[in-house]
């Protein structure tokens, strides 16, 4: 079977001096973003810092290593006389230390997501943290990384014989090593905004008022003219709940640091499951539009006082959640119920808890 997918290339030497070039002029731009991320880029992070520095630490450092390969290869072809077989070992020791490098970063991607997550890791053997942390990223991602290290090591070998690393070969996996590095370089802005982004959704309403002078009020209002505009008639006036044959009004506070939502349901049936089932998918609905809502609030709270027909007092059903925990719920539930089974802060009437 042929494996060598590259079309044939008779000026070799044009190339390697081009590919010479080329990777000069990209390391040097990863030396000017690493300067910039080093330095100041992460002058906003106020938990996490050390974390992510070591994040974009060993991202750079395996593609200082592909752009440093690049290099030496190219200049090996161009100005020396080495052997098949030097450049051969040249190619091995390099593998030895992507492998290294290329892991060691996946293995601390793997723990910022255990952090973030409810993913863990309960080794306390070095290798086995080690390699329980690239697991958490999940099968896709493992076999990805699997499929990366065969291509920019592997392959290249399997081209030619035991030993020997011909100019082809060197051809080869330049171009692999370079693609890799263009893609990488591509994604390390959105990268740095997606860390932004786990960080700021750590953060309490309070912490981020004070930090970026956000006004929580006006944000609570933002998000209430959104929610009216996205049909949510209920925070206007009293509306029809038709599904418990009642009526439903809800109110937003606006003296909380947070989205605190009194949401009054006065239903005429007596079908406790019902109530407890509607209830569920309501807010299963309703937690799933305010984390759609581009607004500086990072916790919500539904707080229910239901008004059942031939019952006195009003019973309460009471969710509190972060964005962050929501989003982690709903990327794993589609259930509605299983779904506020799921949050951890939640206070719910007597009459409730068994259905």
Not at 33 to 44: N, P, T, V
Not at 55 to 64: A, E, G, Q, S
Not at 150 to 166: C, E, M, N, R
Not at 303 to 322: C, D, G, H, L, P
Request: charged share 20%.
């Amino acid at each position: 079977m042929e494996i060598d997918i590259f079309s044939n290339l008779l000026d070799y030497k044009k190339y390697f001096a081009d590919q010479l070039i080329l990777s000069s002029t990209f390391l040097g731009l990863l030396m000017t973003a690493s300067i910039f991320i080093l330095q100041s880029g992460f002058s906003s992070f106020e938990h996490s810092r050390i974390m992510f520095l070591k994040y974009y630490v060993r991202l750079t450092k395996f593609l200082f290593l592909l752009l440093g390969y690049n290099i030496i290869i190219s200049s090996i072809f161009l100005y020396t006389n080495f052997n098949q077989n030097v450049v051969y070992y040249t190619h091995i020791l390099f593998s030895i230390f992507f492998i290294k490098y290329f892991l060691d970063f996946y293995s601390h991607k793997g723990y910022i997501t255990t952090l973030y997550t409810r993913k863990f890791n309960p080794y306390k053997n070095r290798i086995r943290k080690y390699i329980r942390y690239i697991t958490n990223l999940g099968l896709i991602q493992v076999f990805i990384i699997l499929i990366f290290i065969a291509i920019i090591v592997v392959y290249p070998l399997l081209l030619g014989q035991s030993g020997k690393f011909t100019e082809r070969q060197g051809f080869i996996s330049t171009v692999i090593a370079f693609a890799f590095c263009v893609v990488s370089l591509i994604r390390i802005i959105p990268e740095y905004f997606s860390l932004s982004e786990h960080e700021y959704k750590q953060k309490e309403n309070n912490e981020l008022s004070k930090e970026i002078e956000t006004d929580i009020s006006h944000e609570l209002s933002i998000l209430k003219d959104i929610l009216i505009k996205n049909g949510r008639a209920e925070l206007e006036s009293k509306i029809k709940f038709k599904q418990l044959n009642g009526e439903i009004l809800s109110q937003l506070s606006e003296k909380k640091d947070e989205a605190f939502f009194v949401i009054t349901i006065w239903a005429k049936t007596t079908d406790v499951t019902q109530i407890v089932r509607e209830i569920e998918k309501y807010s299963f609905d309703f937690f799933r539009e305010l984390i759609d809502v581009n607004v500086d609030v990072n916790s919500f709270v539904l707080s229910y006082f239901i008004k059942i027909n031939q019952i006195e007092n009003s019973k309460t059903y009471f969710v509190r959640a972060k964005r962050v925990e929501l989003e982690s719920l709903f990327s794993k539930n589609s259930n509605p119920e299983t779904f506020i089974e799921s949050i951890k802060n939640k206070l719910i009437d007597e009459l409730f808890r068994n259905v």
